[in-house]
């Protein structure tokens, strides 16, 4: 009969999302059943019966460990490592997955908490004591874990499931149908993944709706800017739909932009001098030197496009001296990319 393995993913989500993306696809291409924290509500007491359950119904249990420790419970620990314990308590095949390199991991996405991260590097050190492997990359870790269930199933075969027409007994083919149904509704949610946007997005500001950007634009009189008489400043702002802002930065994010380019691009493709500078220029000898956004209204808009699930870090590994921060596009930013920079096909033929 043809089996199908339940496997157990467990992980902080927030900042591991497209990699539970990679990991489910990978599962899904191995015939195997992805379960995890999708299918609970919230991490709290009341769901951890639940959680227990859907353990003991797993064939196999897989942990992925970036530099986040997790939301914990009533006594400090973490439902990440309350859940790798009792799988280990149950004598469930454990595989964890660590990120190869913390270093490289993005503020944002790292514990700030002194303790948590030294629960977090006791709760690595635990994860080394068994089954691991290392990843750099949400490709590489699909990669990786795709290998790795390979010889899992091979090396420790489970119990497994079986389609319901392979079996005379009700409540397993129940249970079998339901499972069918989870993997419908997971595949179907990859298959969005690049066509749609996060949850939630509906309520943020994007297409026609209007943001305000601010900038200094900076004036001099003389022969050049270095040997000027005078020089000024003054602070202007200028209103542009989320779109005109899209076809300016989705397209530097091909495959990737630092913060600074998207800062000059916005500088170039957005700002301009407003009618009483240029009549000033115009009428003296008042020459305009540069346009200026401030960083920190780029960084406003960069973290409104990764809200809108737009773009996202690429955490690439750099050189030591490489500071800077990069950004590339999303599946749902190549797609928006399409449609708000490509040219439409233009009818010559016209009517007949």
């Known amino acids: 009969m043809d089996k199908r393995y339940q496997v157990f993913v467990s992980s902080t989500y927030e900042d591991l999302q497209k990699e539970r993306q990679e990991v489910m696809q990978a599962l899904l291409e191995l015939d195997c059943i992805p379960s995890g924290m999708e299918l609970f509500a919230a991490a709290d007491d009341d769901q951890w019966t639940l959680i227990k359950k859907v353990i003991d119904e797993c064939d196999y249990y897989i942990v992925i460990l970036a530099r986040r420790y997790g939301s914990v419970d009533s006594t400090g620990k973490s439902f990440t490592e ?67 269930m390979v010889k899992l199933m091979k090396s420790n075969p489970a119990i497994g499931w079986i389609r319901a027409d392979d079996t005379s007994d009700t409540e397993t083919s129940k249970e079998n149908i339901r499972l069918q149904k989870q993997i419908q509704e997971l595949e179907s949610k990859l298959q969005s993944f690049g066509v749609k946007g996060p949850e939630g997005v509906e309520e943020l500001a994007q297409g026609t709706d209007e943001h305000r950007i601010s900038f200094t634009t900076e004036i001099y009189d003389g022969p050049s800017y270095y040997r000027a008489i005078t020089k000024k400043s003054s602070n202007y702002f200028v209103s542009k739909t989320w779109n005109e802002i899209m076809k300016i930065i989705l397209p530097r994010c091909i495959p990737e932009s630092t913060e600074n380019t998207i800062k000059n691009a916005l500088q170039i493709g957005i700002v301009e001098p407003p009618e009483e500078l240029r009549s000033l220029v115009r009428d003296s000898d008042w020459k305009i030197n540069d346009h200026s956004i401030p960083f920190v209204k780029v960084k406003e808009i960069i973290v409104q496009l990764n809200a809108l699930g737009l773009i996202t870090p690429n955490e690439k590994k750099r050189s030591l001296t490489d500071s800077s921060n990069y950004w590339t596009l999303t599946p749902y930013g190549k797609t928006m990319l399409t449609k708000v920079c490509a040219i439409p096909r233009i009818d010559t033929h016209g009517p007949e």
């Open 82 to 148: 309350k859940e790798s314990l009792y799988a280990l308590s149950k004598n469930k095949p454990i595989i964890a997955f660590l990120h190869k390199d913390l270093g490289s991991i993005l503020q944002e996405k790292s514990e700030t908490e002194p303790e948590k991260r030294e629960k977090l590097n006791a709760f690595r050190e635990l994860a080394k004591q068994k089954m691991c492997r290392f990843w750099m990359t949400p490709e590489e870790l699909g990669s990786v874990v795709s290998r790795s």
